[in-house]
């Protein structure tokens, strides 16, 4: 036994550990699971998904080399009782959604408003985003989680944009995922997914046979940002209510969707679920070519993510060019489409800058210039 003991969670950086121990005992887990490899368990990775699962309100947690990789696992654990999916969601989840329906499992996309009332017994799984991304429509979660309790269905959600300072999924959901690479991870340098359950037993079996979990050093990386999460997404949501007002007040913007918003068609019960804030995302159409904005830009940098401490912009369409275009026109993106994660600098200068911006992508003879953030 060592004669100190570290604040923090060391990293256990080993693929290994020592089993049976010299005494002939198993190395056992704190979830009661043999110790022995790091593809099924790691004590950094444990403090992780326990602090996950307390956030979220869940009995237990598993973390994920990438959010795609928890809802991949997710997907496939449950893809031949029947997957029910909002189609309104991340472009990446829908075309993965659409694959497993092309490998002949039973899987149904439907708009996130038609949700409630096409939940039935015949579906296993139901997933939905609490904030669908991009367009930032918020369900009717209690209805959708009262419909699939009557039903006998599961509801996951993933809370990516919403995190669990917004919305704690237990309330509702049997699930919940999230991307840990954008607000809870926090800092741009993490590539992470989270998946929280009462119940993971057979999900720990999938993550282990697919091989998805994620690796101590991120683990840790996360853990750390999990420490600032309350105090950024308040920030966040100050700041992106500000900079939605002065977008919904610019000439130069046809349309600006934000939850926080009286104008959003789903403010109300953006309002009712989520303790006054309405993270960090905005969506708008600007009356300019977006391309020709980005080029403008100073302190906004043009990229596609989100939960960073720096604000980024980006094109939906890019991620969506491999869906059907019918698709594509359903979830509502268009040409001009511009997703804002703001960040975590002053609001005043994230408005100046988009007012720059517009205003000079307005003028044709203008020059980009080079941005001040590509200071390396
Ligand atoms: N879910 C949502 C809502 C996302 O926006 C993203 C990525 O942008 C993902 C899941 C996938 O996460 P990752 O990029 O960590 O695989």
């Known amino acids: 036994m060592p004669n100190f003991i570290p604040l923090e969670i ?75 999916m909002g189609v309104d969601a991340y472009p990446t989840t829908v075309a993965l959604a659409l694959h497993l329906r092309g490998m002949g499992f039973r899987v149904k996309l439907v708009p996130i408003k038609e949700v409630v009332d096409a939940v039935s017994s015949e579906w296993g799984l139901i997933f939905v985003e609490t904030v669908t991304n991009p367009m930032l429509r918020v369900p009717d979660l209690p209805s959708l989680s009262d419909r699939c309790e009557e039903k006998g269905v599961e509801l996951a959600v993933d809370n990516t944009f919403a995190s ?79 900079v939605a007002k002065f977008l919904e007040g610019c000439d130069l913007v046809e349309e600006v969707r934000y939850p926080g918003l009286n104008s959003h068609p789903d403010h109300r019960i953006a309002r009712e679920l989520f303790h006054g804030m309405y993270g960090g995302i ?42 059907p275009p019918s698709l594509v026109k359903e979830m509502g993106i268009s040409e001009r489409t511009v997703r804002l994660s703001v960040g975590l600098e002053d609001p005043r200068i994230i408005i100046d800058d988009l007012k720059r911006a517009l205003e000079l992508a307005r003028a044709p003879s203008q020059e980009g210039g080079v941005p001040s953030f590509i200071s390396w």
């Open 10 to 84: 060391p990293i256990y950086m080993t693929a290994t550990f020592l089993n049976p121990l010299p005494t002939g005992e198993p190395s056992i887990s704190d979830r009661g699971t043999d110790l022995k490899y790091s593809r099924e368990e790691n004590p950094t990775v444990r403090a992780l998904e326990r602090s996950l699962a307390d956030l979220d309100g869940f009995e237990d947690g598993l973390a994920f080399n990438s959010g795609m990789a928890s809802i991949s696992t997710l997907l496939l654990s449950k893809a031949r009782e029947g997957i029910l």
């Open 164 to 242: 669990p300072v917004l919305l704690k999924p237990s309330k509702f959901a049997s699930y919940s995922i999230q991307s840990a690479t954008k607000y809870l991870a926090g800092h741009n340098d993490v590539i992470a997914g989270a998946l929280t359950s009462d119940d993971v037993g057979e999900l720990w079996e999938w993550r282990r046979r697919l091989g998805t979990i994620l690796d101590p050093f991120r683990a840790f990386l996360v853990l750390r940002g999990l420490q600032t999460l309350e105090l950024r997404v308040r920030r966040y949501s100050q700041t992106a209510l500000e």
């Open 282 to 323: 905005i969506t708008f159409i600007p009356k300019v070519d977006p391309e020709r904005m980005f080029r403008h830009l100073r302190v906004v940098r043009p990229a596609p993510s989100l939960g960073a401490p720096a604000s980024l912009i980006s094109r939906p369409l890019t991620s969506a060019s491999s869906l």
